[in-house]
């Protein structure tokens, strides 16, 4: 099998509800480049990224020049074991694991397909019906924060991620979090997330005063270093995600005693073939692993469900359905959450079908 053409297309997903983050980080319509790869037996594989503005090192506009100097490796190439053909790719264009990310999710889509096997068999194979979901909760007032949490509550959500930090008030967040587990009851998991914009000052007066309580912290602030003096100073767990991007933060966040949970996003790490390495490197560390992606639609959320469902229970903290948080949907028929727990689609491959009417134009194609 060859890899014929290479079409993209740029889809503006706009999220339900604005999100706010710290750091002025803010997610409301943002561009979701979407991948297809042909071959010339016919099959397609099907690939997604959707970088978050100010977030990480990606942006969306870089997705398609990334894409258009690794075409021509691509073109000519057998799809067949994606970890060959991007092992090529990494050698023609160093970094870039975002515009990676959507190629190497194709590669797998294609590769699925070509064995007439769902993914996750491909994956480490299914090890669970379905997967417990987080819910995320914009960082807004703390009254209204613990009733979006209630209201998740009543469909089924038992972990809840508290946006802290938008506004730089330690106090509000101190009550964010206070509300929030007080509206969930006990049982349910509760953590605060910084998105690594705090100060090790701000974050450790809030870990202090809410420290009686059972609450996890996620990446107060910008270097390990100071998330290990927000850890010291409450004893509370503590997640990491966007400082643990590749082998090497992994194994520095686990020496420093930070990494009780991770965060594994597919396009932090550029894709599925190494973020399938890290989780299981993760299972070695004895890090709880939430399996997900910055941001996309339904072909992302289809991608991470597979290797969320191939992951040991023990080790999968939780994983995310992105698609049930913006439009437009991309396939209507695609996995949404059912009482706070989700299950990759059935069928081969990424079992996703793209709705190419609401794809629109296409924004670039390679032969
Ligand atoms: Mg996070």
Request: charged residues 20%; glycine residues 8%.
């Amino acid at each position: 099998m060859k890899i014929t053409d290479i079409t993209l297309w740029v889809v503006p997903l706009t999220s339900h509800e604005t999100y706010y983050m710290a750091g002025g980080k803010t997610c409301d319509t943002v561009d979701s480049v979407i991948l297809r790869i042909d071959t010339d037996k016919g099959l397609a594989g099907w690939g997604e990224v959707c970088p978050i503005p100010h977030y990480l090192a990606a942006y969306a506009k870089g997705v398609i020049p990334a894409i258009a100097e690794m075409a021509p490796v691509l073109i000519g190439s057998d799809p067949i074991g994606p970890e060959a053909v991007m092992h090529r790719l990494d050698a023609h264009l160093i970094g870039h694991r975002y515009a990676k990310s959507a190629i190497d999710i194709a590669l797998w889509d294609l590769t699925a397909k070509a064995a007439n096997l769902p993914l996750y068999a491909l994956l480490g194979g299914r090890q669970t019906k379905d997967m417990p979901l987080y819910h995320s909760i914009t960082c807004v007032a703390p009254e209204d924060m613990a009733r979006m949490a209630k209201e998740a509550y009543a469909t089924g959500i038992r972990q809840f991620q508290v946006k802290l930090g938008a506004d730089n008030n330690w106090e509000a967040d101190i009550a964010r979090l206070t509300l929030v587990r007080e509206a969930v009851g006990s049982g349910a998991l509760v953590y605060g997330d910084w998105n690594n914009s705090g100060t090790q000052l701000d974050c450790s007066r809030v870990a202090r005063t809410v420290s009686h309580l059972d609450i996890m912290l996620e990446a107060p602030c910008p270097t390990m270093e100071e998330c290990a003096a927000v850890k010291s100073a409450s004893g509370l767990p503590m997640k990491m995600d966007e400082l643990a991007h590749d082998t090497a933060s992994l194994l520095q966040a686990h020496r420093m005693g930070i990494m009780d949970a991770v965060a594994l996003k597919l396009s932090k790490f550029g894709g599925l073939s190494v973020t399938r390495r890290a989780r299981d490197l993760c299972m070695h560390l004895g890090a709880r692993m939430c399996i997900e992606d910055t941001w996309g639609s339904d072909i992302t959320t289809s991608a991470l469900l597979h290797l969320a469902a191939a992951t040991a229970p023990r080790n999968l903290l939780n994983t995310c359905d992105l698609s049930g948080y913006v439009g437009p949907r991309i396939d209507e028929n695609a996995p949404t959450r059912q009482n706070g727990r989700i299950a990759p689609p059935s069928g081969v491959g990424l079992g996703v079908s793209p709705n190419i009417e609401v794809l629109g134009q296409q924004a670039a194609t390679f032969h």
